[in-house]
C-alpha cells in the first residue's frame, strides 16, 4: 500500500502533466526533524520533494496571495480547506484558480512537545497511526502519536476536508467530540480570574513580534490596524493596554472567520496561547448562530447576514436587565 507522501507526489505529478494547475503548494522536509516548511513546486521533478509531514504546523493556504495569477494545487487538510474557502468568500482568491487536493488528515505533532523529549531532537519517525519513535542524544523514546499530536488537532472538527477538487484515499482523525475543552475551564473561572489568565498567558508575555498575524492566512489587509498612523488606532509599544487592544482587535477581526489551522500559536515565539481567544469567538458562533466558517463556498459570511430570528441577547447588558429597564 502506498504512503500518503507517495500518493500526495502522485497526484501532484498528474495535476501539473495534466495542466490542472502551473505550481503545487506543499509541505518538504524543513532543516531541523521537527520543522517541515511549505513550499512551492512547479515540475514533476520537483514533486520528489513533497512529503505528507508530521509538523506541518503553518497553513500553506497563506502564501496563495503571492501566486495570483497562477493556477495552484494546495496540499489542503482540513483546516487548509476551509482557509481556501474563506478567502473566496472575501473575494482574495478566485475558487477556478485554485485546485484543492484534499487529504484525510491523522493530525499534526506540536514541535514543543517533541523538543521536550530531549536536549538535541536527532531524527522523528511518525507511523502517522499509533507510535511516535523519536531519536535524542541521550537515546531513543517511542510515544504514543496522542500525546505528542497539536491542540488544534486534537480539538479538529473537520480532519477530513469540507470542499476539495480531488479527495487522496487516505484515514483521518475522528471529529474531536469536546472541542471547546479548554476555552470551557477559562470561562468556568470567575470574571477576575478570567482577566488575570489574559494579562498572564498573554499581555504579559507578548513582545509585538507580529509573527502571530503574519503566519495567518486571513489575516491578508495590505496595512493592518496596528501599523496605521492615521489614525493610530493602537501603540507600538509593549504597554500592556496596547498589548491587550491588539489581541482583543485581531480575535474580533477573525470572528467567524477562523479555521483554527493554528499557524498564529505555531508561529509564536512566546508560545502564547493564541487559538484560545479565536476558538472562544468560534464557539460562541456556533452556539448562537450555528456557523462554522470555511464549510461552503456558497454560504454567506457570518457577519454580513442578518435573520430577524438571531439572538440579540449581546446587545443587551446583564446590569439594565436586572434593574428591569428592559
Given amino acids: 500500500m502506498s504512503t500518503l507522501t507517495e500518493k500526495i507526489r502522485e497526484a501532484a505529478q498528474k495535476v501539473l502533466a495534466e495542466g490542472l494547475a502551473e505550481v503545487v503548494l506543499g509541505y518538504t522536509q524543513g532543516s531541523l526533524p521537527y520543522r517541515n516548511r511549505v513550499t512551492a513546486v512547479n515540475t514533476p521533478e520537483e514533486t520528489s520533494r513533497l512529503i505528507w509531514p508530521s509538523f506541518g504546523v503553518l497553513n500553506p493556504a497563506n502564501v496563495l496571495h503571492k501566486l495570483k495569477g497562477k493556477k495552484v494545487a494546495l496540499i489542503s487538510p482540513g483546516c487548509v480547506s476551509r482557509a481556501v474557502v ?66 488544534n488537532c486534537l480539538e479538529c472538527r473537520h480532519p477530513t476536508p469540507p470542499v476539495y477538487d480531488e479527495l487522496l484515499e487516505g484515514e483521518a482523525r475522528k471529529p474531536s467530540p469536546s472541542p471547546y475543552q479548554k476555552v470551557e475551564e477559562i470561562e468556568a473561572r470567575e470574571v477576575s480570574a478570567r482577566w488575570q489568565w489574559f494579562q498572564e498567558a498573554v499581555v504579559s508575555r507578548c513582545i509585538r513580534c507580529y509573527a502571530c498575524r503574519n503566519a495567518c492566512p486571513l489575516c491578508y489587509c495590505p496595512t493592518c490596524f496596528v501599523d496605521d498612523s492615521r489614525p493610530q488606532w493602537v501603540g507600538k509599544t509593549r504597554d500592556p493596554v496596547d498589548t491587550a487592544l491588539y489581541h482583543l482587535v485581531r480575535a474580533y477581526h477573525l470572528a ?31 452556539s448562537a448562530f450555528s456557523f462554522e466558517s470555511g464549510l461552503d463556498p456558497e454560504a454567506p459570511l457570518l457577519l454580513t447576514t442578518f435573520r430577524e430570528e438571531d439572538p440579540e441577547d449581546f446587545m443587551i447588558t446583564q446590569e439594565l436587565k436586572a434593574l428591569g429597564k428592559i
Fill in 86 to 151: 474563506v478567502l473566496c468568500q472575501e473575494g482574495q482568491v478566485k475558487r477556478d484558480e485554485v485546485y484543492l487536493l484534499g487529504v484525510p488528515c491523522p493530525g499534526m505533532l506540536d514541535p514543543s512537545k517533541v523538543r521536550d523529549l530531549g536536549k538535541k531532537i536527532l531524527r522523528v519517525e511518525d507511523d502517522f497511526k499509533e507510535k511516535v519513535l523519536v531519536v535524542t542524544s541521550e537515546g531513543e523514546k517511542i510515544v504514543a502519536r496522542e500525546e505528542l499530536l497539536r491542540q
Fill in 256 to 286: 467567524g472567520r477562523c479555521v483554527d489551522c493554528g499557524s498564529c500559536e505555531a508561529a509564536c515565539p512566546m508560545d502564547i496561547p493564541l487559538r484560545l481567544l479565536t476558538k472562544k469567538l468560534e464557539k460562541e458562533a456556533l
